[in-house]
């Protein structure tokens, strides 16, 4: 088929990948702009979908709006049997949606009608989710509302969110290359009317330890916001990230270090770090930590 892809950040890339070892024409890809990174963040650094395209010789269009006539109609220009959309994270106009014969599929990780939105897996993490997955599913105006034609599942376990974009994207790869292999096998079913939720974007308050929470509440927060942005607590003017954390039996008021392995009491249990990251340092194991950062039994976090 004559595909257009649209996706910005890594978990788009491994669908980007399979439509071309599937042998499909990727006649252009479409990415969110550069945006500021490196270490000052004063270079302009381009998506690593954009990326990964450029490296596949596919041209790469980073418009910063589809609303106008101008880039509809260099859309349409490109005569697509289907648009494959994955993260791309600009509204697709209805004139967009309507452009390709197959119209827009998008690949959506989450169990549909559950967690439509931005953050679908940290959200699912969050909310002590059992199982998620993902699913392609035929975009229509609404948000993340149209029908699916197709859907996986993995238990989410202790699995962070790292570890589910990865796995999540691999799946809907595959997912979305068995769906364009045969469309006419895997039609397009409503989504329930129940058990619809929304994952709103995370926002950067909701990284913080809240002690008063339970154990477990807070370690689901340290895998949701695994790799980033981190979940963190502040001692003595310094953030530290929790990477890695478990909940176990201890009591205390809430934010107490209870040893010198920095166990720290919550509203129900306690929580042992595993491994942390100081501003501006390597990961290390907590036991590292504590050697050259002193946080004493004791101590209120």
Known sequence: MRIIFMGTPGFAVPVLQALVEAGHQVVASYSQPPRPGGRRGRQLAP???QQTAEGLGINVMTPVSLRSADEQARFAALEADVAVVAAYGLILPQAILDTPRLGCLNVHGSLLPRWRGAAPIQRAILAGD????????????????????????????????????????????????????????????????????????????????????????????????????????????????????????????????????????????????????????????????????????????
Do not use: N
Not at 193 to 203: F, L, R
Not at 224 to 246: C, D, M, N, V
């Open 130 to 301: 059992v199982v998620t997955g993902v699913g392609i599913m035929q975009m229509e105006a609404g948000l993340d509302t149209g029908p699916v034609r197709l859907e996986g599942s993995t238990p989410i376990g202790r699995k962070t969110t790292g570890d589910l974009t990865d796995e999540l994207a691999t799946m809907g790869a595959e997912l979305m290359v068995k769906v364009l292999a045969g469309p006419e096998r895997y039609p397009a079913r409503p989504q329930p009317a129940e058990g619809v939720t929304y994952a709103a974007k995370i926002d950067k308050a909701e990284t913080r330890l809240d002690f008063a929470r339970s154990a477990v509440e807070l370690e689901r927060q340290v895998r949701a916001f695994h790799p980033a942005p981190g979940a963190w607590f502040e001692y003595q003017g310094e953030r530290i990230k929790l990477l890695s954390t478990q909940p176990v039996d201890g009591h205390g008021a809430p934010g107490e270090v209870l040893d010198d392995r920095l166990t720290i009491a919550c509203g129900e249990g306690a929580l042992r770090p595993v491994s942390v990251q100081r501003a501006g340092r390597g990961v290390s194991s907590t036991d590292d930590l504590l050697r050259g950062f002193a946080i004493p039994a004791g101590t209120r976090l």
């Open 47 to 49: 998506s690593p979908v």
